[in-house]
């Protein structure tokens, strides 16, 4: 099964108010990533973890959040949802640390009121 | 700075045609994934290349094995459900920070009957 799982599908949040996302493989991989994508912009990879150490990218450091609790589960976690949050969110796994294909999941879209 | 150049950005084709999309890498890469994003904005993942070329259906790409700085994908005998936004992803080689990915910003394919 090389399916990456994604809850919810779409959510709905008010400005202010706090995120989470879930996404779960059961492909054992070490690495798995959370990608911000908006219409008509190329996906922006936000952070990702290996095994338990959490990377997250200099320009979106202070704005997301992380947690893996096991192999299998990553969250997403947004601690005050702006209008500029609105897009699509996309989890990913891979294999190893490097030279791996990235399994996609089918994205939350989150859309901010 | 981007490092991946993805071309063209626009391309519309009749059924039946063939066609190519291209990106082009401004440093060396360990590998490549193409990717067709469908009508909820979800990513699908065509091609997984290291090396070489892969092929699947009317689909075929390429990934330069030598200098490793383009990859292509090929469009054989287009279809209307082709239609859609492409992309291309490559692995960064780059030491001690794991498998990133550099998305190009797409390519919007519409085929016409």
């Known amino acids: 099964d090389t399916t990456v799982k994604q809850n919810p599908r779409y959510k709905l949040a008010r400005v202010g108010k706090p995120v989470n996302l879930i996404c779960s493989q059961t492909m054992n991989h070490d690495t798995m990533y959370w990608y911000q994508k908006k219409p008509n912009q190329a996906p922006k990879l936000l952070l990702f973890?290996?095994?338990?150490?959490?990377?997250r990218e200099a320009d979106t450091f202070e704005k997301f959040q992380s947690s893996r609790p096991n192999n299998s589960f990553c969250s997403l976690y947004i601690g005050s949802a702006g209008l500029e949050y609105s897009a699509m969110y996309l989890c990913?796994?891979?294999?190893?640390?490097?030279?791996?294909?990235?399994?996609f999941g089918p994205g939350t879209r989150l859309t901010v009121l | 700075g981007d490092q991946v150049e993805q071309s063209p950005s626009a391309l519309s084709l009749h059924e039946g045609t063939d066609s190519a999309l291209r990106c082009n890498f401004t440093?060396?890469?360990?590998?490549v994934q193409w990717f067709r994003q469908n009508s909820r904005g979800s990513l699908i993942s065509l091609f997984y290349?290291?090396?070489?070329t892969k092929e699947n259906g009317r689909l075929k790409s390429a990934f330069d094995s030598k200098e490793r700085r383009y990859s292509t994908l090929h469009i054989r005998d287009a279809q209307l459900e082709d239609s859609g936004t492409y992309f291309c992803a490559a692995e960064r080689k780059q030491q001690g920070t794991g498998s990133k990915l550099s998305f190009g910003k797409g390519a919007k394919l519409t085929v016409s009957p």
């Open positions: 973890y290996y095994d338990k150490i959490l990377n």
């Open positions: 440093t060396t890469m360990r590998s």
């Open positions: 290349l290291a090396s070489g």
């Open positions: 990913a796994s891979s294999r190893g640390w490097f030279s791996y294909e990235q399994y």
